[in-house]
């Protein structure tokens, strides 16, 4: 009786819970596509890789246009911190660049000049470069640069403002270096402010058979003490390997952190670069 | 590492006295700047020590501002027997400290072997701004500490 009673009973719950049953059937079979889908890396990869990629695309076309505001606070505070850095990488190549072209323009005019004049005027040429050989006046000039070729003797590399020295290369046992170096800036300042000459800089300091030439850079100067009669070749030589110098070999250099170790370097590479030939 | 003050205050006589051992009685004044180099051993740590001896002023306004530049500590020195050179002290000082913020500095008075017993005490308990060292470049008092006091300053500030 009893078991008549409950097959009956399971046949009813079968009957009543069929659609329950399948309901419940399908709900686990949606969670095992799923679960499937999630949980393995391989398949949840192939479904968000389309629209991570299409993120990433629109990403790239229009950067620009999301991050304006942060690329160009970022950039402007990237310029600020690293202006000197900026202008002492640019200030060669774009002086070197404007020589450059100066110098070819000059070299052909001098060219045609020269050509006009031997082919017009060549036994006075010769005659009036004699007569000013012997009068001193500037064609003499020429002849003793020849005779007394210009020479570097030393190179101090001088931080501006503080006058510390960073580097010093000498072809004879100088004096106090760190004391000429600080006067050399202290002598650029009082030069510049005393003629109110802040946009320009002192370039030469003549003595009769010796010049200190002075490049200056927006950080640092570097002065060369020269033998010999300079002439226009001479000047423009200096400032080219000046200008490669500083953009060679002074990046690294930042001007609070001057040591001993620096300043070994930094003159061993100054005697390499100038003195060596 | 700049040294400042008025004319006559002995700037080049402090100088003299540190990196030299001298002293002259002639005064000469300083024209532009005089540069002196020292090394000064602290503990563990050798500073080489690049001093500019600026020529004296009535204020500092007057210096060639570029000179200010690049310095890493100041020794504003005074003549404690003289009253001119400190009178305007406070505004001098400002005008400095605004040039070159967060640089140490140190107020020094010198001539102390002109006063007589008490009277260095008296002069400092009147002054607006009192010295943070006092020396004489002539009798080599104090001369030494002070340049060090700098140099400790300008190594913690480092």
Known sequence: MFDEKGQALETLKAIILEDDRKLSESIEREINVLKDELLEPENFAKKVDVHADKKIDDLKKNFGTYFKSELKASIQNELKNSQDEVINALYPIIGKLIKKYIRSEIEMLTEQIDKQINNTFSFDLWVRRIKAYFSGTDSSSIILSELNKPTIEEVFLIQNGSGLLIGNASKQEIGDKDVV??????????????FSKQHESLATIQYESFTLMVQNYQTMTIAFAVNGVINADFKQSIQEQSDDYISQYTAKVHTADINSELQQSISKSLAKFFLSS | ???????????????????????????????????????????????????????????QRNTPQSYFLGAHGIIYLFDITSAVTYENIEEEIAFVKQKLAGVPFVIVANKTDLLGPGELELLVKNMKVKPDMTCSAKNNINVEPVFVELCKLMLINS
Do not use: C, P
Not at chain 2, 8 to 30: A, C, E, P, Q
């Open chain 1, 181 to 194: 170096a600080g006067m050399l800036i202290a002598i650029k300042a009082f030069v510049e402010d005393a």
């Open chain 2, 1 to 59: 590492m700049l040294l400042l003050g008025r004319l006559g205050v002995g700037k080049t006589s402090l100088v003299n006295r540190f990196v030299h051992n001298r002293f002259s009685d002639t005064y000469f004044s300083t024209i532009g700047v005089r540069i002196e180099k020292k090394q000064v051993v602290l503990t563990d740590v050798n500073m080489n020590l690049v001093i500019w001896d600026i020529a004296g002023e009535s204020s």
